[in-house]
Every structure is written in structure tokens, then in C-alpha cells.
């Protein structure tokens, strides 16, 4: 089955921490770039960060650039996001996606479920 399962969803202090993940099964991972996108309560989707099939790029958003890290790896068909200094404006649905081909920017084809992450004191 072609799917992408996210998790690592918390709730999480300001300032505090969480990664999240994203396994793939049903296609061949190591040939797609990825991507990770947010949707915060009543706003639209905001693209946060992408890699490129094999890891050699990686992409952020200004609204995370310096926070977040993005990796990949192809062995466990897993991508990762590590949210450091996490800020209450962080709180959102965090999905994870496929990019259309190797690398990032050219549109998504499969979407995950989400997983929420909450940061509040």
C-alpha cells in the first residue's frame, strides 16, 4: 500500500523540542525528494521544508530557517523534521509529502495524514 505515516506529534513547551517523522512504504523512497508542510488552526497550508531524494539539499521556509532540520534516511524509508526552539506560532497539523520527482519545488503528488503538534506552557 502507497502511503506516508506521520508521527512524533506532541505537545511541546515554548522553547522546547520535537521530531517528527514520516515513514513511506508502497514505492521507491530513495527516488523522491520530500517535503514537510504545517497547517496551523484556521490558516491555509504553509510549505515548511524539503530535501532532495538523495539529501544532498535541503529547503526551509524563512519562518523556521535556523530552528528546524530536515534529513532523510533512504535505508528506512523515513524522513525526519527536528524542531528545536519551538515558539507557540509553530502549533499546526505537520504533514509530510512527496515531491513529484528527485528534487524540491515541482509540486506534490502523495500527503500523509498529519500529526499535531501543540506548543503551549
Known amino acids: 500500500q502507497v502511503q506516508l505515516v506521520e508521527s512524533g506529534g506532541d505537545l511541546a513547551q515554548p522553547g522546547g523540542s520535537l521530531r517528527l517523522s514520516c515513514a513511506a512504504s508502497g514505492f521507491t523512497f530513495s527516488l523522491y525528494g520530500m517535503s514537510w508542510a504545517r497547517q496551523a488552526p484556521g490558516k491555509g497550508l504553509e510549505w515548511v521544508s524539503g530535501?532532495?531524494?538523495?539529501?544532498?539539499?535541503?529547503y526551509y521556509a524563512d519562518s523556521v530557517k535556523g530552528r528546524f532540520t530536515i534529513s532523510r534516511d533512504n535505508a528506512k524509508n523515513t524522513v525526519y523534521l527536528q524542531m528545536n526552539s519551538l515558539k507557540p506560532e509553530d502549533t499546526a497539523l505537520y504533514y509530510c509529502?512527496?515531491?513529484?520527482?528527485?528534487?524540491?519545488?515541482?509540486?506534490?503528488?502523495?500527503w500523509g495524514k498529519g500529526t499535531l503538534v501543540t506548543v503551549s506552557s
Open positions: 509529502a512527496t515531491e513529484r520527482g528527485i528534487t524540491v519545488g515541482d509540486g506534490f503528488d502523495l
Open positions: 530535501i532532495y531524494s538523495g539529501g544532498s539539499d535541503t
